[in-house]
């Protein structure tokens, strides 16, 4: 069984940056397109970037392209998101997530392997 763990999350100034690291274990990112998640109180989680088994491909929400990047060090079996010109609206829970077959989605449901979570604050 995959076992996924998001570190990195903290307290942030508007405008700052952060990086978040997902580890994996019992298997490849190689094998897998990987997704990165946040969730607010209120709201539903929401698809922030992903990246396809290649790590050729990467996709973004609306809401973060241009100001996140999502990569991956195959060496070590980590994914990382770059968080950069970060807003306050950007402050939620931020999850990794895998999943086999049909490439990259943007719906949570379709990921099999969810990570803990990190929680980034950005400070107005």
């Known amino acids: 069984q995959v076992q996924l763990v998001e570190s990195g999350g903290g307290l942030v100034q508007a405008g700052g940056s952060l990086r978040l690291s997902c580890a994996a274990s019992?298997?490849?990112?190689?094998?897998?397109?990987v997704g990165w998640f946040r969730q607010t109180p209120g709201k539903e989680r929401e698809f922030v970037a992903g990246?396809?088994?290649?790590?050729?491909?990467?996709y973004y929400a609306d809401s973060v392209k241009g100001r996140f990047a999502i990569s991956r060090d195959t060496d070590k079996n980590i994914v990382y998101l770059e968080l950069n010109t970060l807003k306050s609206e950007d402050t939620a829970v931020y999850y990794c997530?895998?999943?086999?077959?049909?490439?990259?989605?943007?719906?949570?449901?379709?990921?099999?392997?969810w990570g803990q979570g990190t929680q980034v604050t950005v400070s107005s």
């Open positions: 990246l396809t088994q290649t790590g050729h491909g990467s």
């Open positions: 019992g298997g490849t990112f190689s094998n897998y397109n």
């Open positions: 997530a895998a999943k086999n077959f049909g490439g990259v989605r943007s719906d949570p449901e379709l990921y099999d392997y």
